[in-house]
């Protein structure tokens, strides 16, 4: 299984960025899919998930509203389309794969992507 996360760069404040998710070994049917996200010195910190069976998707407070997670099934590739970009929004985001509950209650997946890195310049 691998999940390989690109699209990131250096972007200013206002502007908007969109990630990208290429998974293989593995079936979006099977898994829920989620983002996360770790700035310097800080913990990792969840953003949003979806689902495939049910289509239910959550967001964490603070990127409610900005950012938007999207699946497309047939390339196996996941999305994060990110808007109204500030400087607290830079980190390392990563992309995963696991199950809702768990991912939403203790912020932890079965199989990760590498990261990609997103800086906010004001």
């Known amino acids: 299984v691998q999940l390989q996360a690109f699209g990131g760069g250096l972007v200013q404040a206002g502007n908007s960025l969109r990630l990208s998710c290429a998974a293989s070994?593995?079936?979006?049917?099977?898994?829920?899919m989620a983002w996360f996200r770790q700035a310097p010195g800080k913990e990792r910190e969840f953003l949003t998930v979806t689902t495939w069976s049910s289509g239910k998707t959550y967001y964490a407070d603070s990127v409610n509203g900005r950012f938007t997670i999207s699946r497309d099934s047939a390339k196996n590739t996941m999305y994060l389309h990110m808007a109204s970009l500030q400087p607290e929004d830079t980190a390392v985001y990563y992309c995963s794969a696991g199950n809702m509950a768990t991912i939403v209650t203790k912020g932890q997946s079965d199989y990760w992507g590498q990261g990609t890195q997103v800086t906010v310049s004001s």
């Open positions: 070994g593995l079936s979006f049917s099977n898994y829920d």
